[in-house]
């Protein structure tokens, strides 16, 4: 007997879970398929993450959900350490720095308050639907009234300041603020990283204004860290889920989105089961929905040409390290757990890196992120601008030359690292892509920037989550407002379902 639902949600990601918990506790009967065998998606994989560090969820998602407190008020922020080769490192949390003269701390601190203000006046559309082209709703008006009046309430300076700078690059921003270094190198680095642009790409300033836009009772712009780490997170989602009566299975890949008519009808599993449902959510990316799990025969030709034209080729490697003892960089002090460090150390050694990845090569001084996870003894790098249609592919050998590379970079922050390390392992974004069904390897399962965020994220005629077939829609990071661990798309998308009705 086919087994049926009122809603199946395709992916087991934190997006796919918040979906599935508000869905179920408005009294639908929910199952969320996982082919993976772990929860959590990119967040959720213990033994090699892609996601190590996370942002803030929403804290309105943790409040409609009654997420347990520690998601949001006793969870840590993450301290940021942006290494200096000339000098002392930059320690970054908010807005404050250390490791900079007086002039320069100053300059920073009125910079990330102004950043802050701008950034809070735009995150009002971070819950609400993106606006209708043609005809917007009652609610998305009003979503669009709220945000004019954050802007206009800026005051006339800042808000014609915010209209001058937020489609312009981060590396004209920065260096008229505070100048090149390694603290610039740290605000860059959040601008670009696990996208396809670089310091001088024109909208950068706009990806760090939505990184900006994260809030939690420690301020805005910072990530946190749940006590319990990461899986403290995925469990505490999970709860929710079957706490109100959803489902979970795992080690079960959808191979099909089932149509009649026009409207969703359910899924068929790689297994050859098939399970019905009048509402399907897809935590996949877009074009791993749309091309493959539903298929093109269900939509329109210029809609399947905009979905192939989206911007979705990922630049973003994950490296671990196991090491024996906890790294120490030049300062010789040793990182604590959780501490994120940034190998950045100019605006121009962003920009240079990802010159080589714009050309399909590796960079020959990959920028990187990296946490030190203590539990686990391991380091855990993102190195940034290592292309996902990689010159000559990703070999054994190409994976080889970036550990290299990565190492050598390492060693001049940390000294002493490479010999420390017992063991090592690569994510290429090709291996992202095949493990997460994320169409490019993309972190954010498609360019944050400005012609696919907002009314036109994805992509043009794909906004508000709604596809074309009747009951299907996207929750995951490639729909509005897009990615990092904020669950903001499936919350928003299972608001959009029960504003449809439902089922």
Known sequence: MTAH?????????????????MLARKGRKVLVLEARDHLGGMLGDAGFRVAPLPYALRPEIIKTLGLPAQLMGTSRPVETISLNPDGSPVTLLGGKVTGVETDMAQAYATLYARLG??????????LQPPPGLGKASFGEMTA?????????????????????????????????????????????????LGGAMG?????????????????????HGLRLMPEGGPEALVEALRNCVTAAGGEIRTGAPVEKILVDQDKAAGVRLQSGEEITAPLA????????????????????GEFVRRCRNMASKGMVSRL???????????????????????????????????????????????????????AANRLCVSAQFTPYDLNGGW??????KLTTSVLAVLEEALPGLSSAVTASRVMSPVDIETGYGASGGHWHHGELRVDQLLILRPFDGAA?????????????????PGGDISGAPGFNAARAALRDGGN
């Open 320 to 374: 671990d390290f196991d090491i024996a003892q906890a790294p120490i960089p030049g300062s010789g002090t040793a990182l604590k757990n959780g501490q994120r460090l940034v190998i950045a150390p100019t605006m121009q050694a962003i920009e240079t890196a990802f010159n080589a990845a714009k050309y399909g090569d590796l960079p020959q001084r990959p920028v990187l992120e990296a946490t030190y996870d203590l």
């Open 464 to 480: 508000q989550y709604r596809m074309p077939v009747k009951g299907l829609y996207l929750c995951g990071a490639g729909a509005h």
């Open 281 to 300: 959510l897809s935590n996949a990316s877009p074009k791993t929905t749309l091309m493959t799990l539903l298929g093109v025969e269900h939509l329109d």
């Open 199 to 219: 310091p001088r790409s024109p909208g950068t300033v706009l990806t760090l204004l939505y990184r900006m836009a994260s809030q939690s009772p420690h301020g």
């Open 395 to 400: 070999t054994g050998d190409a994976k080889a």
């Open 117 to 126: 203000r701008q950034a809070k006046a735009l995150g009002v559309m971070m």
């Open 5 to 21: 639902y009122d809603a199946i949600i395709i992916g087991a990601g934190h997006n796919g879970l918040v979906a599935a918990a």
């Open 144 to 192: 669009l009234a709220r945000m004019a009046l954050k802007m206009r309430l800026l005051g006339k300076t800042e808000m014609r300041d915010l209209l001058r700078i937020i489609l312009s690059n981060v590396w004209d921003l920065l260096n008229d603020e505070i100048g090149d270094g390694p603290l610039a190198g740290a605000l860059a680095m959040d601008s670009t």
